[in-house]
Structures are given as structure tokens and as C-alpha cells.
Nanobody
């Protein structure tokens, strides 16, 4: 059974940094993409960043130049380094591991950017 465990969320001041981690346990058939999504109160879940097994990355425009997605194959872990955080980045962040047959989600971690 696949489980994704997220960590690294918290409260940070505007301009600060956080690093999110998401570790997967279990076997994901034909894994091809990992990603981070976020959902703010009253809004739909949106894609933040993705990385393929070929290391191709994609970011939503609002985080380009501030966030970096990376992965560690040996640890089956995906990371999201978030710099220059803004209040509008406040949301619950979810990781996703996508295989050809199934997609898996983490439980979510709260990121709050506030002074």
C-alpha cells in the first residue's frame, strides 16, 4: 500500500523560506511525475510545481523564480523549496505521486505566511 508523508509546513513571515518534503512508501507502478498542489480557503486546489522522472519541471507563474521542486530517487522523496514567501502563498500544500495506473496524495501540510 502506498503512503505519502509530508512534512515541513508551518508559520513564516513574509520574505521567509520553508522546505516541504514528501516521502513515499510502497511501490508505485510506472511512476512518471511528482508534484505539489495547494488549496487556499475558499479556493480550488491548484498546481504549484511538478517534476517528471526525467527531471523536467513545471511551475505555476505565481511561484516562478521563488519555488524550486526537486527529488531524491534513492529516498523516494520530493521536495519544494519555497523562498521569498508571500501572504498569498498561504494554503494547505499537498504532494502527488502519479503513476500510469494510479495517483496518490499526501495528507496535506499547512503553510501560513503572516507577520
Amino acid at each position: 500500500q502506498v503512503q505519502l508523508v509530508e512534512s515541513g509546513g508551518g508559520l513564516v513571515q513574509p520574505g521567509g523560506s520553508l522546505r516541504l518534503s514528501c516521502a513515499a512508501s510502497g511501490n508505485i507502478f510506472s511512476l512518471y511525475r511528482m508534484g505539489w498542489y495547494r488549496q487556499a480557503p475558499g479556493k480550488q486546489r491548484e498546481l504549484v510545481a511538478t517534476i517528471t522522472t526525467g527531471d523536467s519541471t513545471n511551475y505555476v507563474d505565481s511561484v516562478k523564480g521563488r519555488f524550486t521542486i526537486s527529488r531524491d530517487n534513492a529516498k523516494n522523496t520530493v521536495y519544494l523549496q519555497m523562498n521569498s514567501l508571500k501572504p498569498e502563498d498561504t494554503a494547505v500544500y499537498y504532494c502527488n505521486f502519479q503513476g500510469t495506473l494510479h495517483g496518490y496524495w499526501g495528507q496535506g501540510t499547512q503553510v501560513t505566511v503572516s507577520s
